[in-house]
T-cell receptor
Framework: SAVISQKPSRDICQRGTSLTIQCQVD?????MFWYRQQPGQSLTLIAT?????????ESGFVIDKFPISRPNLTFSTLTVSNMSPEDSSIYLC?????????????FGAGSRLTVL | GNSVTQMEGPVTLSEEAFLTINCTYT??????LFWYVQYPGEGLQLLLK?????DKGSNKGFEATYRKETTSFHLEKGSVQVSDSAVYFC??????????FGKGTMLLVSP
């Protein structure tokens, strides 16, 4: 299965600043997904990123707050803009990789952000 | 909408004890069901899956059976090890790439 590298693995940020998370995959993939895992909560899909087109955002998430880039088939970035303490979460990048078509996702280790 | 409910943790067991983590779901149609595991400091990994009713997914001694009549996908292992300590997530997919996750259940196994 694909190997996903995320940077940074963790960071402490000040309120009002922005941080960009990078996701690198060791193989070409069509779709990349960004999830958020808030403390004590389940994973929530933020957006789906396809190369060459605008990301598709889920209800409750907007491009101004979470701009996403997808410049090629192995890389994507997620920016968390104008951060507040409510943005403290683990952000995970994932890709679909299952030849059987059962929608299996592979995840990166996540980026743990703490906003003060 | 789709939803997944799993038992709250932490679940604390002694080594070699029997494990059950309950998972029930709400979905239209016939979703695929998954268990993912997250070891400390690592990303989520697929543990097992089942794509249709009565399928049994199994891996590393863990098993779960897709029960459509009870909309359940409970995770079981006959004899847990300390190395099984992790957070376990139940999830469903309605047939396209989006996954809906439960809140996760932390398992702590002591020697």
């Amino acid at each position: 299965s694909a190997v996903i590298s995320q940077k940074p693995s963790r960071d402490i940020c000040q309120r009002g600043t922005s941080l960009t998370i990078q996701c690198q995959v060791d193989s070409q993939v069509t779709m990349m997904f960004w999830y958020r895992q808030q403390p004590g909560q389940s994973l929530t899909l933020i957006a789906t990123a396809n190369q060459g087109s605008e990301a598709t955002y889920e209800s409750g998430f907007v491009i101004d707050k979470f701009p996403i880039s997808r410049p090629n088939l192995t890389f994507s970035t997620l920016t968390v803009s104008n951060m507040s303490p409510e943005d403290s979460s683990i952000y995970l990048c994932s890709v679909e990789q299952d030849p059987s078509g059962a929608n299996v996702l592979t995840f990166g280790a996540g980026s743990r952000l703490t906003v003060l | 909408g789709n939803s997944v409910t799993q038992m709250e943790g932490p679940v604390t067991l002694s080594e070699e004890a029997f494990l059950t983590i309950n998972c029930t779901y709400t979905a239209t149609g016939y979703p695929s069901l998954f268990w993912y595991v997250q070891y400390p400091g690592e990303g989520l990994q697929l543990l097992l899956k089942a794509t249709k009713a009565d399928d049994k997914g199994s891996n590393k001694g863990f098993e779960a059976t897709y029960r459509k009549e009870t909309t359940s996908f409970h995770l079981e292992k006959g004899s847990v090890q300390v190395s099984d300590s992790a957070v376990y997530f139940c999830a469903l997919s309605p047939g396209y790439s989006t996954l809906t996750f439960g809140k996760g259940t932390m398992l702590l196994v002591s020697p």
